[in-house]
């Protein structure tokens, strides 16, 4: 096989790069992290249905068929895909308006919100758009989570207080329905929560090693049947999670129509996208500490198979977990093959122990919800947001509060909407420095920074950043105040020009020797002087008039102005 089929071959199938220097010391390392893996999925699977508003099985099912996919196809070495809780609460709110949560037209929906979700990802990658991800900024993503943190906490009060109240994925909703209820409040439910709330965080705090979520949620399924022992008549209302079929994720067909792609195009493109930036995001965190280099355009490719392949065996959205990623590297798991270890021992538990989830109690789910959410809010990077600047804390704050008080699709593009007219709005003022020569004439500096005089016959500039569309009024500005009627552009700065800024270089040219001056520029890379001759403004500029260095072009200068002394220079 050519070595051309062989790296092709790869890209399809990269698995079997991995595949081949697979051992059996490095098999087992993967099983026990896998084994690992899946203890920490099972009571985040349930958690994370629970917040999507589906039965607690197709938590479990998401993390089975989608990280085995992703997997094979995905680039990096630790990533395990699944179920989020920040993609769950998407779902919710996409499909919550649309039909009644945890019925089977709901479940067709979300079906249909993965599949579409999936080919837009694909589509991405197809396109390789993988640095399309760079977009969302890491302050919307902050935001975003820390929106989405609050928006669960929220949703999961009605449960750990055990108030029967309608599910909503509206923040101001389910407050004004918890407020105007809280006196009904069930006390066992509260109390079951409290507990395992408590047990929780002392083991967190205490056997950090232990899988705190699980053990938790034992606690308190085991507490609710003592209580059903007493005489406290309350308890028997403590409502249950409900049982979960021992079966293997069943085929799903998701039902698509135009009305419905029309429908749920913006969630699933918002999911989509969200998706894509956990899952690189997660990757790349973990690629800086096993020294990987992950390939973005792969990745993406990974995560639209597992959402495509997934909506077809009962899987709602995936992405990339950091908490299973991360205990996944810790565990000394070696290559992908772990992930697949995960999602086999999960659909042998689900097979062995689904009967026993009828005992799972919902103020214990909640109680472990709330603990999710309280540590998807990044308090360490918002600090450092604050303190960036008020252009990163506004696009946090928009963000944030768009995801509390508008469809949460819809927040992550004002924000990455708000991300990138900040962008345009910094890169429209490129940075304009006068420039002075230096004692003996040999050297430009900047003038402000050292002192030294301007030239009194030409102005010498020089200009950092983009010459664009967006940046040409700004800097057509500036040279209109200059009074001089020679200017010397030092375009070592200048990295992009485009045809509205090499009209704005003629249009100057012929303004100052319309005034018997003349512009000059020098010091221009191949991105400058090649747009300059593509549109046809070279002539106007003047060949003459550009130069390959500083000291040629004030060579030149000097001698077109043999007449002039500056007072103090030395270059006459």
């Known amino acids: 096989m050519s070595s051309v089929a062989l790296t092709y071959l790869l890209k399809l199938l990269p698995f079997l790069s991995w595949a081949k220097k697979t051992t059996k010391a490095s098999a087992q390392q993967d099983a026990m992290a896998g084994l690992t893996g899946a203890i920490i999925v099972l ?6 249905a629970l917040i999507a508003g589906l039965p607690p099985e197709y938590g479990l099912y998401a993390a089975i068929v989608p990280a085995i996919v992703a997997a094979l196809f995905g680039s990096s070495w630790h990533l395990i895909s699944g179920p989020t809780a920040a993609l769950s609460i998407v779902v919710f709110t996409t499909i919550s308006p649309l039909a009644q949560a945890g019925t089977t037209a709901y479940i067709s929906l979300v079906l249909t919100l993965t599949l579409m979700a999936g080919v837009f990802q694909l589509v991405l990658s197809m396109a390789r758009l993988g640095s399309l991800v760079n977009f969302v900024s890491h302050s919307v993503v902050v935001g975003f989570t820390s929106g989405a943190a609050v928006v669960i906490a929220t949703s999961q009060i009605k449960n750990a207080l055990g108030l029967e109240l309608e599910s909503s994925g509206n923040f101001i909703l389910n407050w004004v329905a918890v407020v105007d209820n809280i006196l009904a409040t069930h006390l066992p439910s509260l109390l079951i929560a409290a507990l395992t709330l408590c047990t929780l965080m002392v083991i967190k705090r205490w056997r950090k090693k232990w899988p705190n979520m699980l053990i938790a949620m034992v606690v308190g399924s085991v507490a609710t ?14 409502a249950l999670v409900g049982t979960i079929p021992s079966q293997l994720p069943p085929l799903s067909t998701p039902l698509v129509t135009w009305d419905l792609v029309r429908q749920l195009a913006p969630g699933a493109m918002a999911l989509g996208l969200l998706g894509l930036v956990e899952a690189v995001s997660i990757a790349r965190s973990v690629a800086t500490r096993s020294g990987q280099r992950i390939h973005g355009n792969q990745e993406f490719i990974g995560q639209a198979l597992s959402n495509i392949l997934g909506s077809f065996s009962s899987s709602y959205a995936t992405s990339g977990s950091f908490t299973r990623s991360g205990v996944n590297y810790e565990a000394g798991a070696t290559s992908p093959l772990a992930a697949l270890f ?18 799972i109690t919902l103020p214990s789910m909640a109680a472990i919800l709330l603990i999710v959410a309280w540590n998807l809010i990044d308090w360490h990077h918002i600090k450092i947001i604050y303190r960036a600047g008020k252009n990163e804390a506004m696009v946090f704050n928009v963000t944030f509060a ?39 004439a040999k050297k430009l500096i900047p003038a402000e920074r050292s002192g030294l005089p301007e030239c009194e016959a030409v102005k010498i500039i020089r200009i950092d950043g983009s010459l664009f569309f967006g940046a040409v009024d700004y800097v057509q500005t500036a040279l209109m105040g200059i009074s001089h009627k020679h200017v010397l552009i030092v375009a070592s700065g200048i990295n992009f020009i485009d045809l509205a800024g090499t009209e704005l270089l003629a249009n100057e040219a012929k303004r100052l020797s319309s005034k018997g001056g003349g512009l000059y520029l020098c010091n221009l890379n191949g991105r400058v002087i090649k747009p300059i001759i593509r549109n046809g403004h070279l002539n106007t500029i ?19 102005l043999s007449d002039h002394s500056c007072a103090g220079c030395e270059s006459h």
């Open 43 to 48: 009571p985040q699977g349930v958690a994370y």
């Open 225 to 238: 049947q003592v209580l059903l022992l007493t005489p406290w008549a309350g308890a028997s209302k403590i």
């Open 342 to 359: 995960a999602a086999l021992f999960l659909a042998l538990i689900v097979l062995l122990f689904a009967p026993l989830a009828a005992y």
């Open 402 to 440: 768009a995801t509390l008080l508008l469809p949460m699709e819809f927040a992550i593009y004002l924000g990455v909407l708000l991300s990138l007219v900040l962008y345009l709005r910094r890169t429209s003022k490129p940075n304009i420095i006068a420039l002075a020569r230096s004692k003996g």
């Open 542 to 560: 003047g060949k003459r008039h550009i130069f390959a260095t500083k000291a040629l072009a004030l060579s030149a200068i000097d001698s077109k």
